[in-house]
């Protein structure tokens, strides 16, 4: 990503058709393109005027609002115009044509992906992981998810997170002036609580990690695959648990060829459902579709974060479902789903066993459907804490982590009295860079282009 300082334009709305549609531009003096594009018209800084937008030779493009925030009172802290014009395709890439234009001379360019929020963040009008909760709102697929993203964007995440920083450097302080002057032979530890300050600030690192780690459930959710046999009822599931009929169903084995997704919601969590083709040996496949379809069946339970093996409850397992079972990745979380228990006479439940943790419903009379969901939930961690809640990403989740692990170290060695201080400082060192990555007071180049860089343009 460039880091040059040029001014940069871009639509700022989504593709597509829309009532409205904005062109946004940003640089450190606007005013050349202001003039430029309206002549002698004054914009009063944050203050909206109603303006033909003009073509160089004078022809109307559209008419609209031209909204001018002058620097540093503006989302990038540089100067920023937003035209707001009909949300038609045409019409805003010609009206981003236009302001390109107007602005050469200036050296203005179109903006790069997250380039708006990264100046923002350059020029400390956010922090690194408020810059994140941009992009996480703009993506969020929940209204819980909303609702936290909304969370970190206000800088609550941040606080926290500066908090923890705070209590560690006043530790490593006291610890660091220990060492500069041993010779006052002051029992540190004893004297300053020095361990009672560093429990306080892991039992804070643990309420942070919680918190933000079902906040990351809301923002990644779980990937769930169906799997099983033909005609055991996988279609029939996916529609229960999407409350509507997004896959067919017939008595016919083999109907479902290829992947069926549905993302639901179960406590503000998304679920990737994927319904897949039934699994059965290639030569027991009627034809040269079907046998792709099982592929992918494969493909898709590789990718799993969750896996939902449907079993027939009123004719029992078969070789084929052990086989199945058999070839089940390690390590990922498998649901035994006995299905038609309407048919079998079984009672809605589940069953912890030592193979795995067995479900008894019927899809198509949707009992125990509410089972199912308790149990993903359990799967995914989730629990109704009723605390405030971050949408962090997996890089503040390993961030806590290895700050949480050089603190434990830390305590080993405090446990160790004043022998080993120097080792102690050193691990409060460490957790303190460990914290400040996350709103970005330790980042580097290639991690901000990794995060920018996934933003869409005009953001």
Same mark, same amino acid.
């Given at each position: 990503?460039?880091?040059?300082?040029?001014?940069?334009?871009?639509?700022?709305?989504?593709?597509?058709?829309?009532?409205?549609?904005?062109?946004?531009?940003?640089?450190?003096?606007?005013?050349?393109?202001?003039?430029?594009?309206?002549?002698?018209?004054?914009?009063?800084?944050?203050?909206?005027?109603?303006?033909?937008?003009?073509?160089?030779?004078?022809?109307?493009?559209?008419?609209?609002?031209?909204?001018?925030?002058?620097?540093?009172?503006?989302?990038?802290?540089?100067? !920023? $115009?937003?035209? /707001?014009?009909?949300? &038609?395709?045409?019409?805003?890439?010609?009206? #981003? =044509?236009?302001?390109?234009? +107007?602005?050469?001379?200036?050296?203005?360019?179109?903006?790069?992906?997250?380039?708006?929020?990264?100046?923002?963040?350059?020029?400390?009008?956010?922090?690194?992981?408020?810059?994140?909760?941009?992009?996480?709102?703009?993506?969020?697929?929940?209204?819980?998810?909303?609702?936290?993203?909304?969370?970190?964007?206000?800088?609550?995440?941040?606080?926290?997170?500066?908090?923890?920083?705070?209590?560690?450097?006043?530790?490593?302080?006291?610890?660091?002036?220990?060492?500069?002057?041993?010779?006052?032979?002051?029992?540190?530890?004893?004297?300053?609580?020095?361990?009672?300050?560093?429990?306080?600030?892991?039992?804070?690192?643990?309420?942070?990690?919680?918190?933000?780690?079902?906040?990351?459930?809301?923002?990644?959710?779980?990937?769930? !695959? $169906?799997?099983? /046999?033909?005609?055991? &009822?996988?279609?029939?599931?996916?529609?229960? #648990? =999407?409350?509507?009929?997004? +896959?067919?169903?017939?008595?016919?084995?083999?109907?479902?060829?290829?992947?069926?997704?549905?993302?639901?919601?179960?406590?503000?969590?998304?679920?990737?459902?994927?319904?897949?083709?039934?699994?059965?040996?290639?030569?027991?496949?009627?034809?040269?579709?079907?046998?792709?379809?099982?592929?992918?069946?494969?493909?898709?339970?590789?990718?799993?974060?969750?896996?939902?093996?449907?079993?027939?409850?009123?004719?029992?397992?078969?070789?084929?479902?052990?086989?199945?079972?058999?070839?089940?990745?390690?390590?990922?979380?498998?649901?035994?789903?006995?299905?038609?228990?309407?048919?079998?006479?079984?009672?809605?439940?589940?069953?912890?066993?030592?193979?795995?943790?067995?479900?008894?419903?019927?899809?198509?009379?949707?009992?125990?459907?509410? $089972?199912?969901?308790?149990?993903?939930?359990?799967?995914?961690?989730?629990?109704?804490?009723?605390?405030?809640?971050?949408? +962090?990403?997996?890089?503040?989740?390993?961030?806590?982590?290895?700050?949480?692990?050089?603190?434990?170290?830390?305590?080993?060695?405090?446990?160790?009295?004043?022998?080993?201080?120097?080792?102690?400082?050193?691990?409060?060192?460490?957790?303190?860079?460990?914290?400040?990555?996350?709103?970005?007071?330790?980042?580097?180049?290639?991690?901000?282009?990794?995060?920018?860089?996934?933003?869409?343009?005009?953001?």
């Amino acid at each position: 990503m460039n880091l040059d300082s040029s001014p940069i334009a871009a639509i700022a709305t989504a593709p597509g058709r829309g009532g409205i549609g904005v062109v946004r531009a940003s640089g450190k003096n606007l005013q050349g393109l202001i003039t430029a594009l309206f002549g002698t018209a004054t914009l009063a800084p944050r203050h909206a005027s109603y303006l033909p937008f003009k073509q160089a030779d004078g022809t109307l493009i559209d008419q609209g609002i031209a909204i001018y925030f002058k620097g540093p009172h503006s989302y990038t802290g540089e100067d !920023v $115009l937003e035209l /707001q014009g009909h949300g &038609g395709p045409i019409v805003m890439q010609l009206l #981003l =044509a236009r302001v390109l234009e +107007a602005g050469q001379e200036a050296g203005l360019r179109l903006a790069e992906p997250g380039e708006f929020t990264r100046r923002a963040y350059l020029n400390d009008k956010l922090d690194l992981a408020q810059a994140e909760a941009v992009a996480d709102l703009i993506d969020a697929s929940t209204e819980a998810a909303a609702k936290s993203a909304s969370q970190s964007l206000s800088g609550a995440f941040s606080r926290t997170v500066n908090n923890l920083v705070d209590g560690v450097t006043n530790l490593r302080m006291l610890v660091e002036a220990t060492l500069d002057f041993p010779e006052e032979e002051i029992d540190f530890l004893e004297k300053s609580d020095a361990r009672g300050q560093l429990a306080g600030i892991v039992a804070a690192l643990e309420t942070v990690f919680r918190q933000a780690a079902q906040g990351a459930l809301l923002r990644e959710g779980l990937n769930v !695959v $169906l799997v099983g /046999q033909p005609n055991v &009822g996988k279609s029939s599931l996916l529609n229960a #648990l =999407a409350g509507s009929d997004v +896959a067919i169903v017939t008595p016919i084995a083999g109907t479902t060829r290829d992947k069926v997704s549905e993302t639901i919601q179960i406590e503000g969590i998304p679920l990737n459902i994927i319904d897949t083709a039934g699994i059965r040996t290639i030569d027991e496949a009627v034809d040269v579709v079907e046998r792709i379809g099982i592929e992918r069946t494969w493909g898709e339970v590789g990718k799993a974060d969750v896996i939902l093996h449907l079993l027939d409850a009123d004719h029992g397992p078969s070789r084929a479902d052990e086989g199945i079972v058999a070839a089940f990745p390690a390590g990922v979380p498998v649901l035994r789903i006995w299905n038609k228990i309407d048919l079998s006479g079984h009672k809605a439940g589940v069953d912890v066993m030592e193979d795995a943790t067995h479900v008894y419903l019927s899809a198509h009379e949707h009992i125990g459907i509410d $089972l199912l969901r308790a149990e993903l939930l359990r799967i995914a961690g989730w629990q109704q804490t009723g605390e405030s809640l971050y949408l +962090a990403r997996e890089r503040h989740l390993i961030a806590l982590k290895n700050a949480g692990a050089h603190l434990d170290r830390a305590g080993e060695h405090a446990a160790q009295n004043d022998q080993s201080l120097d080792l102690f400082a050193e691990e409060l060192r460490l957790a303190q860079v460990q914290l400040s990555s996350i709103t970005g007071a330790f980042s580097s180049d290639d991690l901000l282009g990794v995060i920018f860089g996934r933003f869409c343009i005009g953001k």
